[in-house]
């Protein structure tokens, strides 16, 4: 099959922060027990556009060494079809020539303590497609899948775009593990983006008390309530932290789950909390955030827990797009060509006309 490929491709090449370019690449070539795809789709993520403007976490600062790399293929929420593969990779991940799957973004060691012990997305190398010249991304119309890599098979069924949404739906699932949701909370999401869409889905399989949706745009409210908010707020219009006090009887929120990246979403999380509630910060920040720390200690005794990608939520993600119980006509809003990979990224900066940006190699 793979002689009948051309010997160039189109790719998007990372440069260096807000230098990203268009250009042909070889078609690669997959070593023993790799795979070989068909790049079908990739969503742009709030992380590659931190990535592309620059952010420190990604590109360091006077406190930390820069993690990403230049010369890199972006894109990490990826699905194709497999195109070549061999008996050795057939055996591995159980997969066969013209299946569609996708990837977990994490390409683990599995030789560090992290992985030894079972958290293979806390990896300590942390190679990921996309960011590593190890592991070039979705950007391109062939990628190869290396042999560390984590294999998911999804239904040839449903547009490209939904089945990589996988990604962004793991990554909500396990924030939502994290927050230990139980069936008398009242469970708030900051944000009605992709992130915050997957984490009222997955409370709503929780059956809490309540979901109450926080976003400044009426649209993706309406969206959230039909992936399972039970009431939403819009921030713009009212005071989210008064009328959750005044639904619960001044208390507040049980369970706070952070979505938006905005530096503003972390100290409204925690006046909206009660005491002894739980907060779970899921978002890439392009900035430091400042917060009162005395309210985690001394006034709430909050718990408040990080979440990092998806790890073993991928199946439960994969049957929720499946079974077609999400609106994700209305959140994949956008699927563009390779070649108009600035206008997603602006998109997805603007925020206001877009949910989910896909690019169509």
Not at 69 to 97: C, M, N, S, Y
Not at 178 to 198: E, H, K, S, Y
Not at 213 to 222: C, G, I, Q, S, T
Not at 310 to 334: R, S, V, Y
Request: hydrophobic letters at 40%; aromatic letters at 6%.
């Amino acid at each position: 099959m793979n002689n009948t490929l051309p010997e160039t491709m189109k790719a998007v090449i990372n440069h260096g922060p807000r230098d990203y370019r268009l250009e042909q690449l070889p078609v690669p070539t997959r070593g023993p027990g790799e795979l070989l795809l068909k790049v079908e789709a990739v969503g742009i993520c709030a992380s590659d556009l931190k990535n592309w403007a620059g952010a420190a976490k990604f590109w360091g600062d006077e406190n930390r060494p820069a993690w990403a790399e230049t010369e890199v293929v972006p894109g990490h929420e990826i699905t194709g079809r497999i195109i070549g593969l061999d008996d050795e990779a057939r055996a591995h991940w159980g997969v066969e020539l013209d299946d569609r799957v996708v990837l977990e973004q994490i390409v683990p060691c599995w030789d560090c303590l992290y992985c030894d012990h079972g958290d293979y997305h806390m990896c300590q190398p942390h190679n990921m497609y996309g960011f590593k010249r190890a592991n070039p991304g979705g950007m391109e119309e062939y990628m190869v899948v290396s042999t560390n890599s984590l294999v998911h098979r999804i239904s040839k069924d449903i547009p490209p775009a939904h089945a990589a949404f996988a990604e962004p739906l793991s990554c909500a699932l396990h924030a939502v593990e994290r927050a230990n949701i139980r069936f008398n909370d009242t469970v708030v999401v900051a944000g009605a983006g992709p992130i915050g869409l997957g984490m009222i889905a997955g409370a709503a399989a929780k059956s809490p008390a309540r979901i109450i949706a926080l976003d400044m745009d009426p649209r993706k409210l309406e969206i959230a309530e039909k992936t399972g908010a039970t009431m939403t707020i819009n921030i713009a219009e009212q005071d989210a932290v008064q009328v959750i006090k005044d639904l619960t009887g001044g208390y507040g929120a049980d369970v706070y789950l952070e979505g938006t990246g905005h530096p503003s979403a972390v100290p409204q999380g925690l006046n909206l909390l009660r005491k002894l509630g739980r907060y779970v910060e899921y978002s890439v920040f392009k900035e430091n955030v400042s917060v009162d720390w005395s309210i985690i200690s001394d006034d709430k005794e909050l718990d408040v827990l990080g979440a990092h990608l998806g790890p073993n939520c991928w199946p439960a993600a994969i049957k929720l797009i499946e079974t077609g119980k999400l609106p994700l006509d209305e959140i994949c809003t956008h699927q563009l060509p390779l070649e108009d990979f600035q206008k997603g990224l602006d998109m997805v900066a603007s925020g206001k006309e877009s949910i989910k940006v896909s690019l169509i190699p």
